[in-house]
């Protein structure tokens, strides 16, 4: 049991099949796959981490800290289910970018982060139509499916997990599913603490110099129709090192309407009584917000309930 690691450039030589192989299992079986050569240069990325580094020491460290002894955490005994040990920033890139607005970012991060951002986004849309052909629907059916009227919402989490005190008692991150569509990540590539929920088990996301590892949303669960699932995860804290995080979620557009692939569902019988609800997406990132930390499940429900209502009656279009 091998955590999935693919080569993107092996798509252009003879191994193409069984690369697409290995990503159709990753996709399948583990919802999380980590990527080499994908094609962002390997200089790009450590201008990423030195900057991101040198922005988390000047401008996040002090703060954390402060922060975090205000809330008298070092000699806790129990638990800790309602706090993150991490310390974060959010970046907007579409539909439209926020970055000139973030506060504290000199103008050469700026400039690297959304230079990085355009780099992602071909790579989630190159990965959405390797999905595509290994799914059986037709090219650019995904990237349509999360375009809605104004195309994808598109963000990067900048995040550093510094040393805890009680990781066993504090989680850098809790335990989730993502919400959305694609996820990219650079992380770190010396402190570790990715953990993917796999048969019941914690396994480690191992770190991997200038990799990207990707993982897939609620969303892709629902257009796939359960053939791909989206997977818990979470961030250990460590109590020596920081670790680097940057996520790029890669999601539906806010009104986009989501729902199984008609593709997908195999026999009429099963379009009757669909496991997975149909919704517009910024309906489910409502009900997401409050619910992050606990199972995905009864969030499907919920849209399903929502589904029926709507589903009454004439829609006023107006
Ligand atoms: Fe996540």
């Known amino acids: 049991m091998e955590f999935p690691v693919i080569n993107l450039e092996k798509l252009n030589g003879e191994e193409r ?3 697409m192989a290995k990503i159709k299992d990753a996709c399948e079986n583990w919802g999380f796959f980590e990527l080499l050569d994908h094609g962002i240069e390997p200089e790009f990325l450590d201008t990423v981490e030195r900057m991101t580094k040198g922005h988390y020491r000047k401008c996040m460290e002090q703060r954390f800290k402060e922060m975090m002894a205000g809330k008298g955490l070092e000699n806790v005994q129990t638990e800790i289910k309602d706090l993150d040990w991490e310390s974060t920033f959010y970046l907007r890139h579409l539909p439209e970018s926020n970055i000139a607005q973030v506060p504290d970012l000199d103008d050469e991060y700026r400039k ?3 230079e990085f ?3 992602l986004e071909k790579l989630a849309e190159e990965l959405l139509d390797l999905l595509c052909e290994n799914l059986g ?4 059916y995904l990237k349509k499916a999360f375009y809605g009227s104004r195309g994808p919402t598109f963000g ?3 995040s550093n997990y510094p040393p805890c005190p009680k990781p ?3 989680k850098g991150l809790r335990a989730h599913t993502d919400a959305g569509g694609i996820i990219l990540l650079f992380q770190d590539d010396k ?3 990715l953990q993917l929920l796999k048969d019941g088990q914690w396994i480690d996301v191992p770190p991997m110099r200038h990799s990207i590892v990707i993982n897939l949303g609620d969303q892709l669960e629902v257009i796939t ?3 791909y699932k989206s997977v818990e995860h979470r961030v250990v804290a460590q109590t020596d090192g920081t670790r680097m995080s940057i996520a790029s979620f890669y999601n539906p557009g806010s009104d986009a309407l989501i729902y199984p692939a008609p593709a997908l569902v195999e026999k009429a019988a099963e379009q009757k009584k669909l496991v997975y609800p149909k919704f517009v997406f910024e309906d489910y990132m409502k009900l997401y917000a409050g619910l992050k930390f606990q199972a995905k499940e009864p969030r499907f429900e919920a849209m399903k309930a929502v589904e029926s209502n709507v589903n009454l009656g004439p829609i006023a279009t107006a």
């Open 156 to 158: 990067t989490k900048v």
């Open 191 to 193: 402190v570790s603490g």
């Open 168 to 170: 066993d008692l504090i």
């Open 137 to 140: 629907l037709e090219k650019g």
């Open 112 to 114: 690297v982060m959304k």
């Open 225 to 227: 129709n359960g053939k």
């Open 117 to 119: 951002a355009a780099k």
């Open 17 to 19: 099949a069984s690369t």
